[in-house]
């Protein structure tokens, strides 16, 4: 959207904002946030993604956020950590991927941002727990933040108003089924 097509009224964000977390071992973080992004966008948000998983995969999200003028979506780096032996460059993507996180959340011109796979680069030691709670503590109240990914650090959820548990009761990795296009990317 050009600045000229931006409304001259801002659209209504309430005062306080919340810290959320969705984290477990069960299928629907990642689309639980995304149906959040739905939502804020609806009440004319803008509304910022980070994607702390490496860039080469090109996932329906991505694709479809590229034709939403109001949504900020950025991805770090290129490949899944877990597919690298390169940890100093993934370590360097995370390190990139969190203090442009900061910069986003500090602006306080997102009402909502989303840290989607945050977990796991804080787990990895690639970004500092402490460095998170620090930032979201110290947010704009209006603002607010969506972590996802599995074994969220204590610190995060101690802090944190709302945590959500997604517990799998099945999936069909467990059959040797492989992701499902349009479903799982
Ligand atoms: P989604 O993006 O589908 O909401 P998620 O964010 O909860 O999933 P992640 O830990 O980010 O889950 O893993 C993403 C991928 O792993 C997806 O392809 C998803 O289907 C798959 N997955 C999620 N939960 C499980 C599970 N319990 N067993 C096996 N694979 C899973
Ligand atoms: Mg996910």
Do not use: C
Not at 31 to 56: C, D, N, S
Request: net charge neutral.
């Amino acid at each position: 959207m050009s600045e000229s097509s931006t409304p001259a009224t801002t659209p209504p964000v309430p005062s306080e904002g919340l810290v959320i977390v969705y984290t477990g071992g069960g299928k629907g973080k990642t689309t639980a946030a995304l149906g959040a992004v739905f939502r804020a966008m609806g009440r004319g948000w803008k509304v910022a993604v980070v994607q702390f998983i490496k860039g080469k995969w090109r996932t329906g999200e991505r694709i479809f956020a590229e034709t939403l003028p109001g949504l900020t979506f950025l991805v770090m780096g290129h490949g899944f950590t877990w597919d690298s032996d390169d940890l100093s460059r993934d370590k360097r993507a995370a390190i990139d991927a969190w203090e442009t996180s900061k910069e986003l959340i500090a602006s306080g011109n997102y009402p909502l941002v989303v840290l989607d796979e945050i977990t796991y680069v804080v787990n990895y030691g690639f970004v500092d727990v402490e460095d998170v709670v620090a930032a979201l503590a110290s947010r704009p109240p209006h603002v607010s933040v969506l972590l996802t990914g599995r074994n969220a650090p204590e610190p995060i959820v101690a802090l944190a108003d709302v945590v959500t548990e997604m517990r799998s009761v099945k999936h069909p990795f467990e059959k040797g089924k492989k992701a499902l296009l349009g479903i799982d990317f």
